[in-house]
């Protein structure tokens, strides 16, 4: 918040507040007869401030949700909860008959209710920047994909060496939005931190790992921008679910890795020409041991 308040970069926001946070396995109760007034209360008191200004570029609605391959279980969950409005909605809808796909078929409506009401409400509050979707953490279904047509953009986390082009070409034909990618990083052990989802040999290679990621998915003409998870290292005793990645660009005491910071610089310098096909992306892959 204080970098977005100094208004020297331009910034995204997370929002909250749909009831992700309290719904059985992330799913929110879009059957309480209050859930669209709650929506609307929080997008009021999230965007509403924020829409005049510049530096701003869009709202990830959320990160990560449990939903996509568990919608039998997401069922199974509710059923098995406290009674409220989303149950009644359940064993009503599955009185037609109990099978796996029509728990899935509930589930994907509910979801594309829950997200339609959201997009509607960020809508209203501010008309003025990007909705740019839920940041999903594994491979969205074709269903959720769909249910994705009210966002500006899609945005989808991505680790690995390279982009999964796979995911992401489904991804832009399915929704026709352009993607952007949540989450991606590379590590080396040391400092007595662990390397993170992804490792290479040393801080040099992280750099080299890091321009191979950027230029390759920067050739996919329906890539516009890539998100670095994250700017610094996290605590050497872990952070509140234990993890200690080495995965900054700058440590803990705020010194940048010259390393990766460097080849950020470089690969920035070309990006644009790299997008647009002028210049193509660069092939040395990184060392990982």
Known sequence: PRLAA????????????????????????????????????????????HKDDPWLLGYFIANEPPWPGRETEIVSAILEAPASPIQTEVKTFLAAGDTPPRRREFVNRAIENFLD??????????????NLGIR??????????????????????????????????????ITQKPV???????????RGLAA????????????????????NAAAIPALIGVHWFE???EPNTGRNDGENYNIGMVDVTDRPYAELVEA?????RRLLAVHSGKEPPVTRRPLVK
């Open 6 to 49: 100094a208004k020297r970069k331009p910034y995204v926001a997370t929002l909250r507040g749909w009831g992700i946070e309290t719904g059985v396995l992330g799913l929110p109760d879009v059957f309480a007869p209050d859930f669209a007034q709650k929506v609307n209360a929080a997008a009021a008191e999230q965007c509403a401030p």
């Open 117 to 130: 009401t959201v997009n509607a409400a960020i809508r209203q509050q501010d008309s003025n920047h990007l």
């Open 136 to 173: 999903f953490g594994s491979t969205p279904t074709e269903a959720m994909l769909r249910a994705s047509h009210g966002f500006d953009v899609f945005s989808m986390n991505s680790y690995g060496y390279e982009v999964n082009a796979r995911n992401l070409e489904a991804a832009y034909r």
């Open 180 to 190: 952007i990618i949540g989450e991606f990083h590379f590590g080396t052990p040391g």
């Open 196 to 215: 993170g989802l992804l490792q290479t040999k040393d801080q040099e290679e992280r750099g080299v790992a890091y321009r191979y990621y950027v230029e």
């Open 231 to 233: 700017w610094t290292d």
């Open 264 to 268: 950020m610089k470089a690969t920035h």
